[in-house]
């Protein structure tokens, strides 16, 4: 079974094969993360001649039947070629080279799945289908999109709860009293009031002294009074 993560792919190596409208659209995703891509492929798109030649990926031409030892060197292989066939081969590279391995041409057999995604101000979301329907997962994604675009309070409960994320570090509180508050803002109704409002700062003063509470109880307990 898959385990959804969100991996930071800067300066890693990924490698594509395949120089069609599917390994371009894969080759741009990982370059906007700042990831190392070279293409695989006998021919190019256009768009992958162009960002070769402003530097910003490689091109090689090499028949994916005589593919092997160059791939080691890879985080990330993305297979995507409409031949099937070659599958099996790929999934034994993975396991010679240790490499992660992203099967464009067959989700339900890939290892490695790369989700529709989304997200606002730190909040960031994907989704897939596990092969069933891309048109749906889009849809999908598109809806929590507006979802998230539309709700102003959840960005107010986010600064402040990142906030008293920040000033309970910032103080040292024990890890004991850092749960109990995050439990006791999380089910603050005034907090949630103030979200509501768009009231940031009165919102961060809140948790600020729903902090300062605890810690002054702890306090108390440790004493003995």
Same mark, same amino acid.
């Given at each position: 079974?898959?385990?959804?993560?969100?991996?930071?792919?800067?300066?890693?190596? %990924?490698?594509?094969?395949?120089?069609?409208?599917?390994?371009?659209?894969?080759?741009?995703?990982?370059?906007?993360?700042?990831?190392?891509?070279?293409?695989? $492929?006998?021919?190019?798109? !256009?768009?992958?001649?162009?960002?070769?030649?402003?530097?910003?990926?490689?091109?090689?031409?090499?028949?994916?039947?005589?593919?092997?030892?160059?791939? $080691?060197?890879?985080?990330?292989?993305?297979?995507?070629?409409?031949?099937?066939?070659?599958?099996?081969?790929?999934?034994?590279?993975? !396991?010679?080279?240790?490499?992660?391995?992203?099967?464009?041409?067959?989700? $339900?057999? #890939?290892?490695? %799945?790369?989700?529709?995604?989304?997200?606002?101000?730190?909040?960031?979301?994907?989704?897939?289908?596990?092969?069933?329907?891309?048109?749906?997962?889009?849809? %999908?994604?598109?809806?929590?999109?507006?979802?998230?675009? $539309?709700?102003?309070?959840?960005?107010?409960?986010? #600064?402040?709860?990142?906030?008293?994320?920040?000033?309970?570090?910032?103080?040292?509180?024990?890890?004991?009293?850092?749960?109990?508050?995050?439990?006791?803002?999380?089910?603050?109704?005034?907090?949630? !009031?103030?979200?509501?409002?768009?009231?940031?700062?009165?919102?961060?003063?809140?948790?600020?002294?729903?902090?300062?509470?605890?810690?002054?109880?702890?306090?108390?307990?440790?004493?003995?009074?």
């Amino acid at each position: 079974m898959r385990v959804p993560l969100f991996i930071e792919f800067h300066g890693k190596k %990924v490698a594509v094969i395949g120089g069609g409208n599917v390994g371009t659209s894969r080759a741009k995703k990982f370059l906007e993360v700042g990831a190392e891509v070279t293409v695989f $492929s006998l021919e190019f798109s !256009k768009e992958l001649k162009k960002l070769e030649k402003e530097g910003k990926t490689r091109l090689i031409e090499k028949r994916v039947e005589d593919l092997d030892d160059e791939l $080691s060197e890879f985080d990330l292989v993305v297979v995507a070629i409409g031949d099937k066939s070659h599958n099996a081969r790929f999934k034994e590279l993975a !396991k010679k080279h240790r490499f992660l391995l992203n099967l464009a041409n067959d989700a $339900s057999e #890939t290892e490695v %799945v790369v989700p529709f995604e989304g997200g606002k101000n730190g909040i960031r979301f994907a989704v897939t289908t596990e092969g069933k329907s891309g048109v749906v997962a889009r849809v %999908v994604r598109d809806k929590f999109q507006q979802l998230l675009e $539309s709700d102003k309070t959840i960005f107010t409960y986010l #600064t402040a709860m990142e906030h008293l994320k920040n000033f309970m570090k910032s103080r040292e509180i024990p890890i004991n009293i850092r749960m109990r508050v995050y439990a006791i803002a999380g089910s603050s109704k005034e907090l949630l !009031k103030l979200s509501e409002l768009g009231k940031v700062e009165e919102a961060k003063e809140l948790v600020e002294r729903i902090a300062e509470e605890e810690v002054k109880k702890g306090d108390v307990l440790e004493s003995g009074f």
